[in-house]
């Protein structure tokens, strides 16, 4: 009998913890819109969809990065009046050929992307698919490439306008070794998020930066001719 109790309090202790953990998820991913995880592309409100596909505006401009120079886009945010950094989004001069560019997109193609709508979440043992309830519509793939990772590591500091260290004292430790790499066919769309903060634990391939946390997501195009984003 004892041990039937244990159990079911392990158990419903398990539940209460998952129930945390996924609001926690569910916020990052909605930022703060109310998620129904069963949705789907075509079930999808008009008004939702208004904010999945922002209309080029004024809010949109044409950068010049022929110089190389990083600019600063968003300014950065943080708690309180102190922020993390003095930009929030940053564009930097072209990081990959337009030969290392190509050579993305074949070897995406040849491993086959998976079409869905899913984030990758990382769980106790590795990478889950996650439902995101149609925030998300796209094809992609995750890679590990640590050769890639030291390669864009030192493009970013070749640029000279990484940010050394952060407000908080924390400074720049490097790339993870994975990436997502995504295809967008007319139509498809990742609607307006925030990533979330992953831990580098011991036991993944990434020695050199555990127990480091992310802060900034690196987002390299390997094209350049579509409408819209």
């Not at 969809?49 to 044409?62: C, G």
């Not at 590795?126 to 793939?141: D, I, K, P, V």
């Not at 634990?201 to 579509?226: K, P």
Request: aromatic share 10%; proline share 3%.
């Amino acid at each position: 009998m004892a041990q039937s109790i244990a159990r079911g309090v392990a158990a419903q202790f398990r539940r209460c913890y998952d129930d945390i953990e996924r609001r926690l998820v569910d916020a990052e991913i909605s930022n703060g819109w109310h998620i129904d995880l069963n949705a789907t592309p075509s079930t999808l409100t008009t008004a939702d969809r208004a904010r999945f596909a922002l209309a080029p505006d004024a809010a949109y401009r044409t950068l010049d990065l022929s110089d190389g120079e990083w600019q600063g886009l968003v300014p950065g945010v943080g708690k309180g009046s102190v922020a993390l950094s003095p930009w929030a989004v940053w564009a930097t001069g072209r990081l990959l050929s337009a030969e290392e560019c190509q050579g993305w997109i074949s070897r995406a193609e040849s491993l086959e992307l998976e079409e869905g709508d899913f984030i990758f979440k990382q769980g106790k043992s590795n990478y889950e698919r996650m439902s995101t309830g149609a925030r998300r519509h796209s094809q992609t793939l995750l890679i590990s490439d640590i050769a890639f990772a030291e390669t864009i590591r030192a493009r970013l500091l070749a640029e000279g306008g990484l940010p050394a260290e952060l407000a908080d004292g924390r400074n720049f430790r490097g790339v993870r070794t994975n990436f997502l790499l995504s295809k967008y066919m007319p139509g498809q769309y990742f609607a307006p998020h925030f990533d979330g903060c992953n831990v580098v634990r011991e036991d993944v391939t990434d020695g050199a930066l555990h127990g480091c946390a992310s802060a900034f997501t690196c987002v390299l195009y390997l094209s350049d001719d579509f409408q819209g984003g």
